[in-house]
């Protein structure tokens, strides 16, 4: 991995949190990432950005408007290594006492980062997650906002993930640079299985965090798509074939309930 860019525009400050940013291509989203990043009124944080199989030419133009603005550091390699080994680069080299994972096409919300440390700080939590916006090919009106409901998170994060991973915060101190495990998808949800069964301390942050920027292709593939995932990410984790096809079940029937909910909410 090679360092290709820094800036650190208050020299000597203390980095209070780090948000790592894997990016793979670069789309029409991550002008608006990037442009997140600027409405946060937290300045002692860094951005990390890990830009992996992207041209190395076209990076340096897109994170232009962070210029002298805030604090960031851009790892590339030529190669694709997946948002999850991204992501535990990024760990290996934060600095910060809290980590944020944001995706490169979704959006951090104003000021997400001071409430969201602020909330944390006040109950002595190791991790918390908020709400979030979905927005489908980028139209305002296409969007609808998913509550993550914290009883069903507490008690099914085995079965379900509610946990939308650009919306986590957590203490560096608690989390290992083999977070994230070599899942093609799902690695997000194994990693918060590994943290609640290490016993850390989470809560949901009641705010709506971030927004995720969704291009709706193919509905049935995605979906059949995430439910293999889901059961290899349960193989991964030791189930037998058997448990990871009822934990996949639940997820579905979860998933289906969650989806009521969010309607319920609409009308």
Request: glycine residues 6%; charged residues 20%.
């Amino acid at each position: 991995m090679l360092l290709i860019d820094s800036q650190n525009v208050d020299v000597g400050a203390k980095i209070s949190i780090s948000v790592i940013i894997p990016v793979g291509n670069i789309n029409d989203y991550f002008a608006q990432c990037v442009d997140s990043l600027l409405t946060q009124d937290r300045s002692q944080f860094e951005v990390i950005f890990i830009f992996n199989g992207t041209k190395k030419t076209s990076i340096i133009d897109n994170l232009s408007n962070l210029s002298g603005r805030i604090n960031f550091k851009v790892f590339w390699t030529p190669h694709q290594i997946g948002a999850g080994a991204a992501r535990n680069y990024g760990i290996s080299v934060a600095i910060g006492e809290y980590v944020c994972f944001l995706d490169a096409d979704d959006v951090l919300c104003d000021d997400k980062l001071s409430r969201q440390i602020e909330f944390m700080e006040s109950r002595d939590l190791d991790f918390s997650y908020t709400d979030y916006k979905v927005k489908k090919n980028n139209k305002t009106d296409a969007t609808f906002k998913r509550f993550v409901p914290e009883l069903f998170v507490q008690n099914f994060i085995p079965y379900k993930c509610f946990i939308g991973t650009s919306t986590v915060m957590v203490k560096k101190k608690k989390i290992d640079t083999d977070l994230f495990p070599n899942l093609q998808m799902r690695q997000d949800w194994a990693a918060w299985i590994k943290l609640d069964a290490a016993g850390v301390k989470f809560s949901k942050f009641p705010f709506c965090g971030t927004i995720y920027n969704v291009n709706a292709g193919s509905l049935s593939y995605n979906k059949l798509r995430a439910t293999r995932g889901t059961y290899l990410m349960f193989r991964y984790l030791g189930c037998s074939r058997a448990m990871a096809f009822l934990r996949t079940l639940t997820y579905s029937f979860l998933t289906i309930l969650q989806r009521l909910r969010e309607l319920a909410h609409v009308a």
